[in-house]
């Protein structure tokens, strides 16, 4: 019997390592349009499609139109390629998930939510003091702390970045550990959302995680209000 946890086997002419870093750029970028990633590989049309057509028939990845913001223009809409939960596993993601699935749901069966609360936040303690010490010298800006966690998270493994929008900032993980734990049990993502907020030093939204159905999990960083203080 094939080892579910091993990679597919390659296709003849497919470089398995070229293949590799095709996967890590989706993990870290959530999508990516064939051209993206051939321009980030440094490979033409007809190489890039190679690769990619050999992770579709493997079900490493899935083909989807684009979502497109405001007005769609015209033309066909771009099509992007994500990686599947088998795609995500090659990347080392999802480990024990029906272990700690059947272990949460014990502890929610005799000690009920709050236990489940109380085990979450105990799980992202050890996260929170080591994204903290690399927070050091970050100052009190959350924007800049932001960016200072996300490549604390990054170095967790999470895929992290910081950006800046008209609203304040966001904070992206393209990749979470327990994504499918956290989809039956929402107190881990509750637990994490509020760990990067006392990290950032700020309130802060989630406005979509990745155990919900999303690409990616988008935490919403409200600007800060300035006070005008008018003399005379």
């Known amino acids: 019997m094939k080892n579910a946890a091993a990679l597919p086997e390659q296709p003849a002419g497919v470089d398995g390592r070229t293949r590799d870093r095709v ?3 989706l993990l870290a970028h959530g999508s990516a349009t064939a051209a993206e990633l051939g321009a ?3 490979l033409g049309s007809a190489a890039i499609r190679k690769h990619l057509d050999a992770m579709l028939a493997d079900g490493v ?3 989807r139109e684009r979502p497109v913001r405001g007005h ?4 066909r809409p771009a099509r992007v390629f994500v990686l599947t939960d088998a795609g995500k596993q090659d990347c080392g993601t999802h480990f024990y998930d029906g272990m700690a699935t059947a ?3 014990w502890i929610s069966r005799n000690a ?3 236990a489940v609360e109380e085990f979450a936040a105990e799980q992202v303690s ?3 003091a080591r994204c903290q010490a690399a927070l050091e010298g970050a100052g009190d800006d959350p924007l800049a702390r932001a960016e200072a966690l996300a490549s604390a998270l990054t170095a967790e493994g999470y895929a992290a970045n910081a950006s800046t929008i008209a609203s304040g900032g966001q904070l992206c993980q393209h990749h979470c550990p327990v994504a499918h734990v956290a ?3 929402p107190q881990l993502c509750e637990a994490e959302t509020a760990v990067i907020s006392r990290l950032i030093g700020s309130h802060v939204q989630r406005l979509a995680t990745i155990a919900h159905g999303d690409g990616v999990c988008t935490t919403h960083i409200p600007a800060q209000q300035t006070t005008t203080v008018r003399t005379g």
Do not use: C, I, Q
């Open 72 to 75: 769609r223009g015209r033309g």
């Open 112 to 114: 009920g939510a709050a």
């Open 183 to 185: 989809a039956e049990f």
């Open 23 to 25: 996967a890590r750029l």
């Open 103 to 105: 272990a949460l749901r």
């Open 126 to 128: 050890g996260l929170e």
């Open 61 to 63: 990845v899935v083909s």
């Open 40 to 42: 980030e590989l440094g």
